[in-house]
Antibody, heavy 119, light 106 residues
Framework: QVQLAESGGGVVQPGGSLRLSCAAS????????MHWVRQAPGKGLEWVSF????????HYADSVKGRITISRDNSKNTLYLQVDSLRAEDTAVYHC????????????WGQGTLVTVSS | IQLTQSPSFLSASVGDRVTITCRAS??????LAWYQQKPGKAPKLLIY???TLQSGVPSRFSGSGSGTEFTLTISSLQPEDFATYYC?????????FGQGTKLEIK
């Protein structure tokens, strides 16, 4: 079955950086578009970023543009999110999610990894 | 594109029929999905393309709408349905979610 396992979260000081990873299995990762979505503690879902299956097309939320880079390594079935210049408002659980057919939905989600930005 | 869900909180009883509305700030055709999230869990896809039920989701869930106004209806609430529900537009990047509707037991 589909499995998405995020890692790389932790406590980081303001201005710092983190690279989050999402290990995928149970589907053909190299043919699948992927997303990152985050959720601040006690808040709603916020879409963060998208990457096409071959890495040739990427999109970002306005709130993170210029500070976040999405990438993937299809040989390792792994999705990444590089987050730089971290701010307190970036504190959240970061979920990776698999796009469904034709990118009409996010049909499978990982449990997420918590990023806490604090001095 | 901004999505506004109403109500933000909803109190209902087992067996009730409930409807949640999602309004988009501009037309999104039928590129709208609904998700259910329980505390500490990842969101679960319920409906996509406004009205298509995801495989494995009970038929008491239904969706409708197009353009700027959409609804999610649960025909007869079950105990496991008490959760938070989110709509998401997938018409235009950046994609966006509604603020959520928390469905609580009366």
């Amino acid at each position: 079955q589909v499995q998405l396992a995020e890692s790389g979260g932790g406590v980081v000081q303001p201005g710092g950086s983190l690279r989050l990873s999402c290990a995928a299995s149970g589907f053909t990762f190299s043919s699948t578009d992927m997303h990152w979505v985050r959720q601040a503690p006690g808040k709603g879902l916020e879409w963060v970023s998208f990457i096409r299956y071959d890495g040739t097309n990427k999109h970002y939320a306005d709130s993170v543009k210029g500070r976040i880079t999405i990438s993937r390594d299809n040989s390792k079935n792994t999705l990444y999110l590089q987050v730089d210049s971290l701010r307190a408002e970036d504190t959240a659980v970061y979920h990776c999610a698999k796009a469904g057919p034709l990118n009409w939905n996010l049909d499978q989600w990982g449990q997420g990894t918590l990023v806490t930005v604090s001095s | 594109i901004q999505l506004t869900q109403s109500p933000s909180f909803l109190s209902a009883s087992v067996g009730d029929r409930v409807t949640i509305t999602c309004r988009a700030s501009q037309g999104i055709s039928s590129y709208l999905a609904w998700y259910q999230q329980k505390p500490g869990k990842a969101p679960k896809l319920l409906i996509y393309r406004a009205s298509t039920l995801q495989s494995g989701v009970p038929s008491r869930f239904s969706g409708s709408g197009s353009g700027t106004e959409f609804t999610l209806t649960i025909s007869s609430l079950q105990p496991e349905d008490f959760a938070t529900y989110y709509c998401q537009q997938l018409n235009t990047y950046p994609y966006s979610f509604g603020q959520g509707t928390k469905l609580e037991i009366k």
